[in-house]
Nanobody, 123 residues
Framework: RVQLAESGGGSVQAGGSLRLSCAVS????????AAWFRRAPGKEREEVAR????GTRIYTDSVKGRFTISRDNAVHLQMNGLTPEDTAMYYC????????????????????WGQGTQVTVSS
């Protein structure tokens, strides 16, 4: 069965960097897409970045040029130039590639979620 385990959150000052990782197990081969979401207090869930099985990446506008999503046996989110507005709980999500970006994404029944990791950026 699919399991996700996140790590790498923490507290940094504005301008600092963090690297989040999500260990993924239970898929056959490279057949899944992966994404990082975040939810800040009082705000809606936001998709931060997504990567396809072939490495195609998309980012929300507010993190372009600062965050980089990558994958090997895990899914990583390198976050540079952090600002207090990046403070949130960050979640890793995976799904079969045909479900990513679909009309029901990310609330497909076959989307898997990690437990979340807190990122706090102080000014």
């Amino acid at each position: 069965r699919v399991q996700l385990a996140e790590s790498g959150g923490g507290s940094v000052q504005a301008g600092g960097s963090l690297r989040l990782s999500c260990a993924v197990s239970g898929y056959t081969g490279n057949s899944y897409c992966a994404a990082w979401f975040r939810r800040a207090p009082g705000k809606e869930r936001e998709e931060v970045a997504r990567i396809s099985p072939t490495g195609t990446r998309i980012y929300t506008d507010s993190v372009k040029g600062r965050f980089t999503i990558s994958r090997d046996n895990a899914v990583h989110l390198q976050m540079n130039g952090l600002t207090p507005e990046d403070t949130a709980m960050y979640y890793c999500a995976t799904a079969k590639w045909w479900d990513c970006g679909s009309s029901s994404w990310p609330d497909n029944p076959t989307t898997y979620w990690g437990q979340g990791t807190q990122v706090t950026v102080s000014s």
